[in-house]
């Protein structure tokens, strides 16, 4: 399940070539991920452009659960996480 997390979060910024990530749709894909009163239907439906087999349905289903079962603490250090990577040297470049 860790993996299926971490190559989601991977390829989304694939769609996107920008830094606060510079993309919008990236932007509200976590916000919405992130979000505990986001159920794992509305996020599905708010990706459903982009779900296109049954596996990545279940992938994304897997990703907002890891999300909906974190404490408010640890989904704010989340954001603030990206914030700092979104800020970082390494990606002001971009």
Excluded: H, W
């Excluded at 509305?42 to 990545?56: P, V």
């Amino acid at each position: 399940m860790k993996l299926v997390t971490v190559l989601m979060l991977v390829a989304l910024p694939l769609y996107c070539y920008a830094g606060s990530s510079g993309c919008s749709l990236l932007d509200n894909v976590i916000d919405k991920a992130v979000d505990p009163t986001v159920s794992k239907d509305e996020y599905r439906a708010y990706l459903k452009d982009f779900l296109q087999t049954e596996n990545e349905e279940n992938a994304a289903d897997e990703l907002k659960q890891c999300f909906l079962q974190q404490s408010n603490e640890t989904l704010a250090n989340f954001k603030q996480m990206l914030e700092v990577m979104y800020n970082s040297i390494y990606c002001k470049a971009f």
